[in-house]
């Protein structure tokens, strides 16, 4: 499923962004400055409008001020909230790209939803990042979003088995693929060079 996956003409693209971001921020967290990071970000042009429409939000301009350039961005939110949001900003700009199925932009929202409330229950507790629990939430549904937008055959057969058997998603896509949606999400945010603990 990974190399089918690979040869669509989309998938490197997005993979070069996310693997790119990943490892500056993971291998040169303490040397790169923020110029470093913020010429990645400038590679992408949608991405670089989101972030700079993030940090200028409600949420954050208020403290930051009127913020014009990506580097200033990575300043203001600091590296991990940068990876953490365009992260986000690039996942959700690539799957809504061509979200033709009610389903895609179903698993889509579900996946927001998840990553914000996973956000807002870590900060009751010292110990869990909320920014780290919103990007696992937000990937949990990594392995499904894949399935519909990349595979979109073998999601019809999940839907079919489900039908005739009476069966749960979780069986059916076990039974009718041979795989879990949790073991491909796990695979391709590998292949996204995402810190094991994303993984």
């Known amino acids: 499923m990974l190399k089918r996956i690979r040869r669509s003409e989309e998938f490197p693209s997005i993979s070069k962004y996310l693997v790119e971001i ?22 992408d042009y949608a991405l670089t409008n989101k972030l700079l429409k993030l940090v200028n939000s409600a949420f954050y301009g208020l403290a930051a001020g009127k913020v014009t350039t990506v580097t200033r961005a990575v300043v203001v939110l600091g590296y991990e909230n940068v990876r953490l949001a365009t992260v986000s900003l690039a996942l959700f700009e690539h799957f809504q790209s061509k979200s033709h199925t009610a389903d895609l932009k179903e698993a889509l929202i579900i996946s927001f939803w998840s990553g914000v409330l996973a956000r807002e229950i870590a900060k009751m507790d010292d110990a869990v ?71």
């Open 129 to 199: 990042d909320p920014e780290e629990a919103f990007l696992c939430a937000l990937l949990s549904q990594l392995g499904k979003l894949v399935m519909i937008y990349y595979l979109p055959g073998e999601y019809r057969k999940i839907a079919d088995w489900m039908g005739a058997h009476g069966q749960g998603e979780a069986k059916a896509v076990k039974a009718a693929c041979g795989v879990t949606y949790e073991a491909l999400g796990k695979a391709v945010a590998g292949q996204w060079n995402f810190p094991p603990q994303i993984c």
């Open 22 to 43: 990943n490892r500056k921020l993971s291998a040169y967290r303490d040397t790169s400055d923020a110029s470093d990071l913020a010429n990645v970000i400038l590679n």
